[in-house]
């Protein structure tokens, strides 16, 4: 029983490991919309069966990540223009909640952690897009962690994802200026308790960033998911073989255990 707890509980855990390793893919634009992935690749890569891939693909699938076709290919979902706005739409509905209920309450220690998390996306500002554009969803995400609401936590988790995946198809270059400034403006508003106005800036912030985003159609790029997931998936840890010694030496220990029974 104990056995297959642990390997019900490892599965879960390889599971994680690439829904976090796909998921930071996509938003990081390595991954684009429509890119194929193949469970057998992605098995080679991550180092497991096709059955683990399989669930992982179908949790990214829930959260809209991924589609799943019916020749059982799975690719990177391609979500519409329309489809993008709403997305935007509903997330701001979403964090005007989180912010409603962090508006006043949080510890010094939750306001110090944001302002890190700022100063992080203002150091990665000269770097590339993808990143700084991962780290300012990680800034929303956060938040609705700090509301310790499982429901808040769990569907702005996945819409915040959901708009990422829209902006490497509805983009024009990210300003990572605007938005390290507005998260700054919201921390103050959140530290000074105005509710109305902490929620007036959210939505005006995230308003602007799907307007700043939903431009055009950007062109796939076609690389080889392997090449792609390299940096994604983690090290095999490495195996320790046992090394036979030379017959030498085999032979001096043989004696030795000779000598000494005699």
């Known amino acids: 029983?104990?056995?297959?707890?642990?390997?019900?509980?490892?599965?879960?855990?390889?599971?994680?490991?690439?829904c976090r390793a796909l998921r930071r893919a996509i938003i990081e634009q390595a991954l684009e919309p429509g890119a194929k992935l193949p469970e057998d690749a992605l098995g080679e890569r991550f180092g497991v069966s096709r059955t683990i891939a399989r669930h992982a693909l179908g949790q990214l699938a829930a959260e809209g990540l991924v589609e799943l076709?019916?020749?059982?290919?799975?690719?990177?979902?391609?979500?519409?223009?329309?489809?993008?706005?709403?997305?935007?739409?509903?997330?701001?509905?979403?964090?005007?909640?989180?912010?409603?209920?962090?508006?006043?309450?949080?510890?010094?220690?939750?306001?110090?952690?944001?302002?890190?998390?700022?100063?992080a996306e203002d150091g990665a500002r000269n770097g590339p897009d993808a990143v700084s554009i991962r780290l300012a969803t990680e800034f929303h995400i956060l938040l609705a962690n700090m509301t310790e609401s499982p429901i808040l936590i769990r569907y702005v988790s996945e819409i915040a994802y959901r708009c990422c995946l829209t902006l490497s198809l509805f983009t024009r270059p990210h300003s990572s200026e605007c938005a390290i400034n507005e998260h700054r403006l919201l921390i103050d508003a959140l530290a000074g308790g105005d509710a109305e106005t902490v929620m007036s800036l959210m939505h005006h912030h995230l308003d602007s960033v799907a307007n700043r985003a939903l431009v055009a159609q950007s062109r796939?790029?076609?690389?080889?998911?392997?090449?792609?997931?390299?940096?994604?998936?983690?090290?095999?840890?490495p195996v320790l073989l046992a090394v036979p010694a030379p017959a030498a030496v085999v032979r001096g220990t043989r004696r030795k255990a000779a000598a000494g029974s005699a």
């Open 69 to 119: 076709r019916r020749n059982r290919i799975a690719v990177v979902a391609t979500p519409s223009w329309q489809e993008a706005r709403d997305a935007f739409d509903i997330r701001i509905e979403l964090e005007r909640l989180v912010v409603r209920q962090l508006a006043g309450r949080l510890s010094k220690s939750q306001v110090a952690q944001l302002h890190a998390h700022v100063d």
């Open 1 to 18: 029983m104990a056995r297959e707890e642990n390997r019900g509980r490892n599965a879960t855990d390889r599971v994680g490991t690439i």
């Open 220 to 237: 796939p790029r076609g690389r080889d998911i392997m090449d792609i997931l390299a940096p994604y998936a983690e090290p095999p840890r």
